[in-house]
């Protein structure tokens, strides 16, 4: 248990065209019933960390609207608990945030005030699920400056995959003596996860002079530039990761989820995966529904064919309606006829009867909110 370590959450700037429109990353449904920010906020609190800061960007309503006072993560407390922070407005240029150095700051005083001496800090959208208490005590027992959580994914098929993430170079010692940043020809598959558990007075020290110096990225503009002044060591991740930062991978994290041993990875009964709940009635399936390996949540009516999807609340697919390798928000309606694949649909999209909308596994067909065709 780390009760002397504090959480800061940073909602990604990444944007997903649509479905980011309304929304910030942090918020996108996942695996039909959760979001995003719930895979990082139980791993904290399953750390024991009972005093964490969720830093927003834009577009943050729904964001709040989620996680609220924190009761599904036992964070509604008089002392700590879940804060979330909108933007300060004090740290805008020309009421732009220009990076996470920008969103530091406007929670500086946040930072100052909580007791913790140390902090995990959260710069990015990912699925997983890991135990963050071992990271903190290899932290302090390691005597490290800042510890960076990463992950190696050698035997990535494609090359250019590497090129999303900041990959960092370390020695047999385990110490970080290279960071690059999205680099064009990757020379190491030892990826950050964008985690990073450092000593808050160190945290602190690194917004103030960043802000000074104009500086807008933590990891570009304070972590790369004063690697030979710190002591900089990672922490490896052995289990699933999955940055969510465009369509396609978006799509692929959900369609992930329809694989067991991944399930069972993820929704690990001893670090449980905690969400907001809403009572609703059972799923019910017609006389002659069809469905083969989904991921259905409550609420729905399924009369048709659904095969390889994830469905989230109260969506209902019609007599002969064919859905198959799709993501569907809640409420959606499908009539009969219909024909889907490859689709991502946000909440409340209406399909008549008689469509047929085809995407690809690679860029999959996008609809936006409240949407009729």
């Not at 503009?221 to 060591?233: E, N």
């Amino acid at each position: 248990m780390n009760k002397d370590t504090m959480g800061i959450i940073l909602t990604s700037g990444d944007r997903i065209h649509p479905l980011t429109e309304i929304r910030a990353n942090s918020a996108l449904p996942i695996a039909g019933r959760y979001r995003i920010i719930d895979f990082v906020l139980s791993n904290m609190v399953n750390a024991g960390i009972t005093n964490i800061g969720v830093a927003t960007e834009s577009n943050y309503s729904s964001l709040m609207d989620h996680i609220k006072s924190g009761k599904p993560w036992d964070l509604d407390r008089k002392k700590g608990g879940l804060n979330i922070l909108p933007p300060s407005l004090e740290q805008m240029n020309l009421g732009v945030i220009r990076g996470n150095i920008d969103m530091l700051a406007g929670i500086r005083d946040y930072i100052h005030r909580s007791p913790e001496s140390y902090v995990i800090l959260n710069l990015g959208n990912n699925i997983y699920n890991m135990d963050m208490a071992a990271i903190v005590d290899a932290h302090i027992k390691s005597q490290a400056d800042i510890t960076a959580v990463y992950k190696d994914y050698a035997g990535i098929s494609e090359e250019a995959e590497l090129t999303r993430y900041t990959l960092l170079e370390i020695d047999e010692e385990g110490r970080v003596r290279d960071i690059e940043v999205q680099p064009y020809y990757p020379k190491t598959t030892t990826a950050s996860l964008d985690i990073y558990v450092m000593d808050k007075v160190l945290l602190e020290s690194i917004i103030d002079e960043c802000s000074a110096r104009g500086d807008k990225d933590l990891v570009k503009d304070a972590l790369v530039k004063k690697m030979g002044g710190m002591r900089i060591f990672g922490y490896k991740h052995e289990g699933y990761c999955y940055k969510v930062d465009s369509m396609k991978a978006y799509y692929a994290a959900n369609m992930n989820f329809l694989n067991g041993a991944l399930r069972k990875e993820l929704f690990n009964p001893e670090r449980p995966i905690f969400t907001k709940t809403k009572d609703q009635t059972p799923t019910k399936y017609g006389a002659e529904a069809e469905v083969y390996n989904c991921f259905v949540s409550d609420g729905c009516v399924i009369e048709g064919t659904v095969e390889n999807c994830i469905l989230s609340r109260g969506v209902k697919v019609e007599k002969g309606a064919i859905v198959r390798n799709s993501i569907i928000m809640q409420d959606s309606i499908i009539e009969e006829g219909v024909e889907l694949d490859c689709v991502v649909f946000d909440k409340e999209v209406h399909i008549t009867k008689g469509r047929k909308l085809i995407g690809q596994e690679a860029a999959p067909l996008a609809i936006e909110k409240g949407t009729k065709i």
